[in-house]
Nanobody
Framework: QVQLVESGGGLVQPGGSLRLSCAASGIIFSIYHMRWYRQAPEKQRELVAITTSGGITNYADSVKGRFTISRDNAKNTVYLQMNSLKPEDTAVYYC?????????WGQGTQVTVSS
């Protein structure tokens, strides 16, 4: 049974930081590309960041320079370090694992940026 469990969300003031974690089980984590998506109210889900199985990373333009994705294959965990948070970063953040067209999703974690 595949599980992706996100944690680390919460309420933070503008300019603050949060680190999201996504712990995977039931898959060979190291061969999966791992992605973070987010979905704000009444908006479509958007891709935020990706780390490939080979460790290549890429980011949405809206978060470049502020967010960092990383992975620890020994811990089967992917992280999203979010700095200089803005109110427009408020969303539910989802972890995604993908390999050869097969996708797994976590349940999401809420991030709210507000003063």
């Amino acid at each position: 049974q595949v599980q992706l469990v996100e944690s680390g969300g919460g309420l933070v003031q503008p300019g603050g930081s949060l680190r999201l974690s996504c712990a995977a089980s039931g898959i060979i984590f190291s061969i999966y590309h791992m992605r973070w998506y987010r979905q704000a109210p009444e908006k479509q889900r958007e891709l935020v960041a990706i780390t490939t199985s080979g460790g290549i990373t890429n980011y949405a333009d809206s978060v470049k320079g502020r967010f960092t994705i990383s992975r620890d294959n020994a811990k089967n965990t992917v992280y999203l370090q979010m700095n200089s948070l803005k109110p427009e970063d408020t969303a539910v953040y989802y972890c995604n694992a993908v390999k050869n067209g097969v996708n797994y999703w976590g349940q999401g974690t809420q991030v709210t940026v507000s003063s």
